[in-house]
Nanobody, 125 residues
Framework: EVQLQASGGGSVQAGGSLRLSCAFYGFRFEDYSVGWFRQAPGKGREGVAYFAKNEGELYVADSVKGRFTISADNAKNSFHLQMNNLKPEDTGVYFC??????????????????WGRGTQVTVSS
């Protein structure tokens, strides 16, 4: 059974940092692309970053490029989102995801096969 468990959200002031982690079970990095999405209040879910091991891709959305980094820990079956220089517009619920993530960045979040529970990130000005 595939499971994803996100952790690491919280409240910070603008300019601060947070590190999100997603522990997963039931698959390997070779099986699925993985990544992070976020949803701000009243808005749709948008892709933030993904890792596709088979394609050798690490991708970060333009809106967070230079501030956010996605990394993978193969030994611990987990992946992370390091978020630096946070801005109020980064506020939202962050979800980790697997399977179809790479396609979802082009065609929409409906392509994602598995979602973890969201973790709240709040950035105050």
């Amino acid at each position: 059974e595939v499971q994803l468990q996100a952790s690491g959200g919280g409240s910070v002031q603008a300019g601060g940092s947070l590190r999100l982690s997603c522990a997963f079970y039931g698959f390997r990095f070779e099986d699925y692309s993985v990544g992070w999405f976020r949803q701000a209040p009243g808005k749709g879910r948008e892709g933030v970053a993904y890792f596709a091991k088979n394609e050798g891709e690490l991708y970060v959305a333009d809106s967070v490029k230079g501030r956010f980094t996605i990394s993978a820990d193969n030994a611990k079956n987990s992946f992370h989102l390091q978020m630096n220089n946070l801005k109020p517009e980064d506020t939202g619920v962050y979800f980790c995801a697997a399977d179809g993530v790479r396609a979802a960045f082009t065609h929409g979040p409906g392509y994602v096969g598995y979602w973890g529970r969201g973790t709240q990130v709040t950035v105050s000005s």
